[in-house]
Nanobody
Framework: QVQLVESGGGLVQPGGSLRLSCAAS????????MGWYRQAPGRQRELAATISRAGSTNYADSVKGRFTISRDNAKNTVYLQMNSLKPEDTAVYYC?????????WGQGTQVTVSS
């Protein structure tokens, strides 16, 4: 009965910034890993960033140094701060939460980087 609600997507110019958020509710157990994945038209879904409950992070090479993932465990919320955005960052961004033996996905939020 876990639900994920994403927000923060939109249209931004190259070099601009956006902050995505994803709030999880209805979880009986503590969330292990949280992350963000993205999918561009005609492309497979790919990992952007993940963060463990303890705060260990993992980033795709394409976003390293520009994106920062963080989480608030008390609020069961994960964030993705995206800076220096490029047109190639344009995609639908999906929130993911992982428990011991199950994954849940958000509805996706569109990020478009264009002048």
């Amino acid at each position: 009965q876990v639900q994920l609600v994403e927000s923060g997507g939109g249209l931004v110019q190259p070099g601009g910034s956006l902050r995505l958020s994803c709030a999880a509710s209805g979880s009986r157990f503590s969330i292990n890993t949280m992350g963000w994945y993205r999918q561009a038209p005609g492309r497979q879904r790919e990992l952007a960033a993940t963060i463990s409950r303890a705060g260990s992070t993992n980033y795709a090479d394409s976003v390293k140094g520009r994106f920062t993932i963080s989480r608030d465990n008390a609020k069961n919320t994960v964030y993705l701060q995206m800076n220096s955005l490029k047109p190639e960052d344009t995609a639908v961004y999906y929130c993911n939460v992982r428990f011991f033996a199950a994954d849940y996905w958000g509805q996706g939020t569109q990020v478009t980087v264009s002048s």
